[in-house]
């Protein structure tokens, strides 16, 4: 009996000897020598592997900074500034400041306004409904609405709307990691500077097609009247290919083009109301 | 024991409405829409402008490059816009409208060429010829046809291949054109034959085709170049690897061309124009499509001009039927599917498949249960499943690991699946973006 | 011209009519030869232990697929159903029912669901449920009642022992063939089913039956119950061959045990089986091998349960390691 305990007392403590050695001489000669700052960096940075930067992941971005000689081209959009600048401070190396941006939806073609003409059966994916068909309108500029963009976010920054069977940026959470701007098959999405208090005017279409097919698929439609052109007083706004664009760096939100429009297809967000009586309020779908 | 290709394959109900019906020749419409894009490759350059008259069989898109094609008026008239529409591609494309001049006779003079046998343009003038006048697969891939010709000497080339298989069910445009042009359509391989300067000639024909079979073997008896072969019903046997494996035993390899085993395939409706630019002098205008479904009142074959909107094929048939919820533009196996009635037949147009309701719905996708059909009827030796759920992981590496990129998309996996996975679907997906990431790489 | 608009879809337009409902109660009629004779062998108990063990395995994928996992339930797709069945028949018709109850239970909750459902279970959740008992109630699992006793009235537990338990035994206490030869029953009334067993597991010719329906119907290939039952006959051949007087001829060991129905019902399950023709000849070699070994050097005297699960495990790697010959692969493209 005594016997039986020692002999498995012994023949236990001697396997945990040998495979404690046996770790040990392992992790010494397969040591992998690590710049510590590469760590370091790592921790600073916000550890959601989100791809934004450019680099696969948090690890490799850090890497990226440590090794680089010049990493003013490079940033960390989810961080920000703030988190830049602790990487600045760290590695002694001058990063880049950048105006704080947000993901926004350029379509405004709900199920009320931009009727379906098709019905879609398969996988509910736009690359892969994109890759049979222009989509179940007839719009082939606007969003296909099966939710690639929400697929993607990591954050929960963005919900497919059921009324209007269109996606939604929750623009707190939305850290302008860019990876529902690479899902878009549409490329409807843009990162635009957030703003103070998240004001933003954008055009919320991309139909490229003239006025009166345009506005036949969709009666939101950018229909490329270029009444916004002639009244904005910056040149903020670019008329190219029958489509308005307005150009973030140069709008500076006087607003004048919001009410022009004759298909409310430019969107403002976040303003206080507006005074004149007279001006029907646009409908904005991307507040959230 | 009829020869075929040995791995996979599937045989769906064949339904060929219409393999009776002879071809009749359409009314010339009004308006013919042509995209400028019918064809594998560059799309052509226009080359009239609004308002321009133009004959019939005038060059009014000429070739964007060496894989490209040039693009002919199929009927005199007046541009009358250069505008977008949505094509088979289902997204809307470049097209030249045309508005037919109703009192040009040439638009109705129905002249019936009398058989001209003797070829008399060198090797060299016919080449130049098939790529002058448009020709392009007819058999659905519509692959300019003289980039096939355009061998170079040091290539070893023993076989042409006529691939008169026509395996999807529905369609029998390609069965119709054997038996009312047999003549002509040998009379086109000899061409080729001389063009190519190969001495044999298999034309592979499915064994449900026993009247065109034995219309050629008639008419080849003391020809001991051109050879017939009744194959035995399996799709996808008009794929032109498989039927290479069929007809010679010879495998083309991973990334190849049947021209690494020593052959150049040809559709029949490919070699029927070659023989019209030839011997008449007729660039590519018309082809047969077979208009069919199982609620038409009256499918049928049609001459029909390139550009005519579907929607005045199928008021030819007697209408759309009541409860359509799906046209195709080709067979049922690897056609797509269209936006509205208002696409126009291009060059690479076979059949126009009208689908009711009860058929054009898919079932609701359930879980794999791993039964290995998929696997089993795959013609490439591919795993269907596994590919799907690498494209659904987006793991796309690995999937051109497990070669994807190989894939011919002849739906025969979405077809047995006893789950109504959308294989295809992804695996589609799976490549377009395989392909991406390949050409990024190089 | 319907009101609704067109639809469009990726090709193919068409699909074939198989589903996989339709193969599931392919299998369900397969069954039915097989129940019957256990109903004739066994009488009323054989249809108390399949009853309970259907009712019960669709009641646990019911209620833990609505109120566990909170997902449409699948109960009509016919997998349920035929895990029960199959776990019927591999249980004595004696069992208590509340073993019964715990075997679906571990079948259907732990060997299923708990990997995800239908298709993503590695183990074929039947013989989980069934080893599991096994393991668990060793006396309960072990008693056979003796057959064509007790048709007419439910006996508990009167035991005759199996074929391969006795010729076990036998050969443990020194016996040779010839002397056990005169206590198993006839290789006739094992193929036709008249002996000792688990409720479907005796009737070699319901059995085969069943299986030729499968492969007609094209749900199952022959590769493997053709593979399997060769490789037991081959492999017991061959110890028969060397020491007659010590081993069973291979027809007994074919003939009896859970042989036919792992060849045809349990090892041929679609989810739980490699892919390709390939792996499937592979995994079924395995089984037998794996078998043939446990029957004449483990401790138990029938091996097929475990044999099946323990290639089950291999599957992943079968299909991985199995691939079909891709087409092209044999010469390599020339660059152009």
């Known amino acids: 009996m005594t016997d039986s305990v020692l002999n498995s007392v012994i023949l236990l403590t001697s396997l945990g000897v040998v495979a404690g050695l046996v770790l040990y001489i392992v992790s010494k000669k397969f040591h992998v020598h690590e710049n510590p700052l590469i760590a370091k960096v790592e921790e600073l940075l916000p550890a959601t592997n989100c791809g934004g930067c450019g680099s696969p992941g948090c690890k490799a971005f850090a890497e990226k900074l440590v090794n680089t000689e010049d990493i003013s081209d490079l940033f960390c959009p989810v961080g920000g500034n703030d988190v830049m600048k602790l990487v600045s401070e760290a590695l002694g190396k001058e990063v880049a400041e950048k105006d704080p941006t947000v993901a926004v939806v350029r379509c405004q073609g709900s199920c009320e306004v931009r009727p379906k003409t098709t019905e879609y059966q398969g996988p509910r994916s736009c690359a892969i409904s994109a890759l049979i068909y222009s989509g179940e309108t007839d719009c082939q500029y606007g969003c296909l609405g099966d939710g690639d963009c929400v697929a993607v976010c990591q954050f929960d920054a963005m919900y497919m709307d059921e009324t209007t069977g269109l996606p939604v940026v929750i623009t707190d959470k939305c850290t302008s990691c860019g990876m529902c701007v690479e899902a878009c098959p549409r490329d409807i999405i843009e990162m635009r500077p957030k703003n103070k208090r998240d004001l933003k005017i954008y055009v919320g279409c991309l139909n490229e097609e003239k006025g009166g097919i345009a506005k036949n698929a969709c009666a939101v439609a950018c229909i490329g009247c270029s009444k916004c052109l002639d009244i904005c007083p910056k040149d903020a706004i670019i008329m190219e290919n029958n489509l308005a664009y307005i150009d973030p760096e140069y709008c500076t939100m006087c607003r004048k083009c919001v009410p022009v429009c004759p298909t409310h297809s430019i969107i403002e967000t976040n303003f206080p109301p507006r005074k004149e009586k007279n001006v029907e309020p646009v409908k904005t779908q991307n507040d959230a | ?442 | 011209m319907s009101d609704q608009p067109i639809i469009v879809s990726a090709s193919p337009h068409v699909h074939s009519d198989r589903t996989s409902k339709k193969l599931m109660y392919d299998v369900v009629i397969a069954l039915i030869p097989a129940f019957l004779v256990s109903l004739y062998v066994f009488g009323i108990s054989a249809m108390i232990t399949t009853v309970v063990a259907i009712v019960s395995c669709l009641l646990f994928e019911y209620l833990i697929q609505k109120y566990l996992m909170k997902v449409d339930v699948t109960i009509s797709d016919g997998s349920a159903l035929i895990t029960g069945i199959l776990l019927a028949f591999n249980l004595p018709s004696s069992i208590p029912v509340w073993m019964i109850v715990i075997g679906s239970l571990v079948a259907i909750g732990v060997a299923k669901l708990s990997f995800g459902g239908l298709g993503f279970n590695i183990f074929n959740p039947a013989l989980v449920g069934r080893v599991f008992l096994l393991v668990s109630f060793p006396v309960q699992m072990t008693l056979w009642p003796t057959a064509l006793e007790n048709n007419t009235t439910v006996v508990d537990a009167v035991t005759g022992a199996t074929t391969l338990g006795m010729i076990k035994e036998g050969v443990q206490f020194g016996e040779t063939m010839t002397e056990l030869s005169a206590k198993i029953p006839s290789s006739m009334d094992m193929f036709l089913g008249i002996t000792g067993g688990s409720l479907g597991e005796m009737s070699a010719i319901a059995l085969i039956l069943g299986g030729l329906f499968l492969i007609f119907r094209k749900v199952i290939s022959w590769h493997i119950p053709v593979t399997l039952l060769a490789t037991i006959a081959i492999m017991t051949g061959i110890f028969w061959a060397i020491d007659p007087e010590h081993y069973a001829n291979p027809l007994i060991h074919v003939l009896s045990g859970g042989a036919v129905l792992g060849a045809f019902f349990m090892a041929t399950d679609l989810v739980t089986s490699p892919v390709t023709k390939k792996g499937m000849v592979i995994f079924a070699l395995g089984i037998g091998v794996i078998t043939v070994v446990i029957r004449l050097f483990g401790s138990y005297p029938e091996g097929v349960s475990f044999a099946i699960l323990i290639m089950n495990a291999f599957v992943p790697l079968i299909n991985k390691y199995f691939k079909p010959r891709r087409f092209g692969s044999r010469i390599k493209a020339k660059i152009v």
């Not at chain 2, 309701?357 to 794999?368: F, L, T, V």
Request: overall charge neutral.
């Open chain 2, 1 to 442: 024991m009829l020869r075929t290709f040995p791995k996979g394959g599937i045989h769906p109900p064949e339904n060929k409405l219409t393999s009776s019906k002879p071809i009749k020749r359409l009314p010339v419409p009004k308006v013919v829409y042509v995209p400028i894009s019918q064809h594998i490759g560059v799309p052509a350059e226009i080359i009239v402008e609004r308002k321009d008259k133009v004959e019939i069989g005038q060059v009014i898109a000429r070739s964007g490059g060496f894989v490209s094609s040039n693009i002919h008026a199929p009927v005199a008239g007046i541009v009358t816009k250069l505008d977008m529409i949505v094509d088979t591609s289902g997204y809307k494309k470049q097209c030249i409208v045309i508005r037919t001049d109703e009192k040009n006779e040439s638009n109705y003079q129905r002249v019936e060429y009398p058989l001209k046998r003797e070829i008399t343009l060198s090797p060299e003038e016919i080449i130049q010829r098939i790529s002058d006048f448009g020709i392009v697969g007819l058999g659905g891939a519509t692959f300019p046809a003289h980039v096939k010709l355009n061998i170079k000497k040091d290539r070893k080339l023993d076989y042409l291949i006529i691939n008169g298989v026509e395996c999807e069910p529905y369609l029998t445009a390609d069965h119709r054109l054997m038996l009312e042009k047999t003549e002509e359509i040998l009379v086109g391989i000899r061409i080729l034959m001389h063009a190519l300067d190969v001495d044999r000639a298999i034309i592979g024909i499915e064994n449900n085709k026993r009247d065109a079979i034995e219309a050629f073997k008639n008419l080849t008896e003391d020809e001991p170049g051109i050879q017939i072969a009744a194959l035995k019903v399996k799709y996808p046997q008009g794929g032109e690897k498989q039927l290479v494996r069929a007809l010679l035993n010879r495998e083309v390899p991973i990334n190849g061309l049947p021209l690494d085993v020593g052959v150049v395939v040809h559709n029949v409706g490919t070699i029927f124009a070659i023989y019209q630019a030839i011997q008449h002098n007729l660039p590519l205008m018309e082809r047969v499509v077979t208009v069919t479904g199982k609620n038409l009142e009256n499918p049928s074959n049609f001459w029909v001009k390139i550009g005519t909107p579907i929607t005045d094929l199928i008021a030819e048939v007697g209408g759309v039927p009541e409860g359509t919820r799906k046209i195709v533009s080709g067979g049922p196996m690897m056609g797509k599917a269209l936006k509205n009635f208002d696409v126009p037949v291009t060059k690479g147009t076979s059949g126009i498949l009208v689908i009711s309701e009860d058929e054009a719905s898919r079932g609701e996708p359930k879980n794999c249960i791993r039964c290995g059909e998929c696997v089993s009827v795959c013609p490439m030796g591919l795993e269907p499943h596994l590919l799907m759920n690498l494209t659904e992981k987006t793991l796309f590496e690995k999937a051109m690991q497990e070669d994807i990129l190989t894939c011919i998309e002849c739906g025969s996996c979405s077809y047995v699946c006893p789950s109504h996975r959308p294989l295809l679907d992804y695996i589609r997906f799976g490549k377009s973006v395989s392909k991406q990431l390949q050409s990024k790489k190089a």
